[in-house]
């Protein structure tokens, strides 16, 4: 493993050739551990770079350590930017490069213009991917880092398992939006903190999940938290220890975080926050959950219905 290198000696730049492609391959490969029948294939990549959508890497030199691919997919009838993909090389994480391609991503989403015969200059203004809610660091970059929402839960998103080393305690992810354009994504990406007044919300709730002193999730009264107008939700700071440990741990965390999730969405809330060891350096991190609807939260989302 080569050495990580300061920021200012990476370069992120489209991924233009086939051998740009195959680098993607190979790092797609070491990052998630797959199965041949889980990997892109090379053609696939190739079609869908020629059929418009965005593959981004950032280089050390010659050599690939991170990338995203996003393509382009409709959401309620409207036109977005879905990210399938976003991989850093273990050496060089924590050096803001996954940041850095998903700000790539979004300037290159931004530029490009849709003609249609009724709108002359239609345009992305939103971004969609999926992610592990366990996943601390994920959660992190998510939603503190670049601000996005969530109202949507998917159970066993990918099936049961996949050959991925990083999917072995079930696939469940978040379905997230990211609103592009609007003042929650500009403040957060302009580095407006809110954590302060994140960690004051978090403060005055009992979780609905928390994170109890022998590293078990324990459940609160669910009619209560529903009443309210907030909810959260703890989960391990390091799920991935866990799971090696003990993946029947890892097993309790996934159930009882799912529960917390399904009902609270099914109850009228949405994902609006994470805040990351909330109750000191080794504590948990908890996610805050807002009642009401998300494009009350966030105006620029609100949708035109489709005719
Ligand atoms: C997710 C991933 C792309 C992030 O890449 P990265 O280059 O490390 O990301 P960044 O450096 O931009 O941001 C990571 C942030 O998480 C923080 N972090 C690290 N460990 C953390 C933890 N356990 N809990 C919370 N935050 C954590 C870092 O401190 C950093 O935040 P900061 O800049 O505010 O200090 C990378 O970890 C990866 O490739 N993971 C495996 C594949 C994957 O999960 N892909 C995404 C889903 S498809």
């Known amino acids: 493993m080569p050495e990580a290198k300061p920021k200012s000696a990476i370069t992120i730049r489209d991924l233009n050739s086939f051998e740009d492609l195959q680098k993607a391959e190979a790092l797609e490969r070491e990052v998630w551990g797959l199965a041949d029948l889980d990997v892109l294939p090379p053609t696939m990549a190739v079609a869908t770079k020629e059929a418009g959508s965005i593959w ?3 280089f050390d030199s010659a050599e690939l350590v991170g ?15 879905h990210s399938h993909m976003l991989a850093v090389r273990d050496s060089y994480r924590d050096l803001d490069l996954g940041y850095k391609l998903k700000l790539a991503q979004r300037e290159r989403a931004l530029a490009l213009r849709i003609h249609d015969a009724r709108s002359k200059d239609a345009r992305i203004t939103e971004m969609t991917w999926t992610f592990d809610p366990l996943q601390s660091k994920n959660a992190h970059l998510n939603f503190s880092k670049l601000g996005v929402v969530s109202d949507k839960y998917k159970v066993n998103f990918y099936g049961p398992e996949t050959s991925s080393v990083l999917h072995r305690n079930g696939t469940d992810r978040l379905w997230v939006t990211w609103p592009l354009e609007s003042r929650r994504v500009r ?35 669910l009619s209560t938290a529903v009443a309210r107008q907030r ?21 309790e965390w996934r159930e009882a975080t799912r529960w917390a999730f399904m009902e609270a969405l099914q109850a009228g809330f949405f994902v609006a926050d994470f805040c990351r060891t909330v109750r000191g350096k080794q504590g948990p991190g908890a996610y805050l959950l807002e009642k009401g609807t998300i494009e009350e939260y966030v105006p620029e989302m609100a949708r035109n219905p489709v005719s």
């Open 56 to 58: 981004v890497g950032a």
């Open 67 to 81: 990338f995203a691919f996003g393509f382009l997919g409709l959401e309620c009838g409207q036109l977005i930017l």
């Open 187 to 221: 403040d957060r990406i302009q580095g407006k903190e809110n954590r302060l007044e994140l960690v004051d919300a978090l403060s005055r709730l009992t979780p609905l999940i928390r994170f109890n002193g022998d590293g078990k999730p324990a459940t609160s009264d």
């Open 231 to 251: 909810i959260a939700i703890e989960i391990p700071s390091d799920i991935g220890f866990i799971e090696q440990k003990d993946p029947a741990l890892a097993r």
